[in-house]
């Protein structure tokens, strides 16, 4: 079955960085579509940027400019860079892959931005 596992989440100051990383099992990782979401307390979980198969990307308009997604299709890796983070950056982010009618999430790795 198709697993994703992230990595990377922990705790930065105002202006930090970090990097998650996801890694997904179970099938073919070039053919899928792969995203980052992220889900601050008492909000809705949303789109942060996304990437597709054929490497067009898309981001939020609160992160263009600060964040990053690529994707490692030897490593069946897909990451996301985070410069200038805010407090507002502050939530759980969820991997995503989508191809066809399938999706899959991970199980979230947490991303706290505080001084």
């Known amino acids: 079955q198709v697993q994703l596992v992230e990595s990377g989440g922990g705790l930065v100051q105002p202006g930090g960085s970090l990097r998650l990383s996801c890694v997904l099992s179970g099938s073919i990782f070039r053919l899928y579509g792969m995203g980052w979401y992220r889900q601050a307390p008492g909000k809705q979980r949303e789109l942060v940027a996304s990437?597709?198969?054929?490497?067009?990307?898309n981001y939020a308009d609160s992160v263009k400019g600060r964040f990053t997604i690529s994707r490692d299709n030897a490593k069946n890796t897909v990451y996301l860079q985070m410069i200038s983070l805010k407090p507002e950056d502050t939530a759980v982010y969820y991997c995503?892959?989508?191809?066809?009618?399938?999706?899959?999430w991970g199980q979230g790795t947490q991303v706290t931005v505080s001084s």
């Open positions: 995503n892959a989508q191809w066809a009618s399938a999706a899959y």
């Open positions: 990437i597709t198969s054929s490497g067009r990307t």
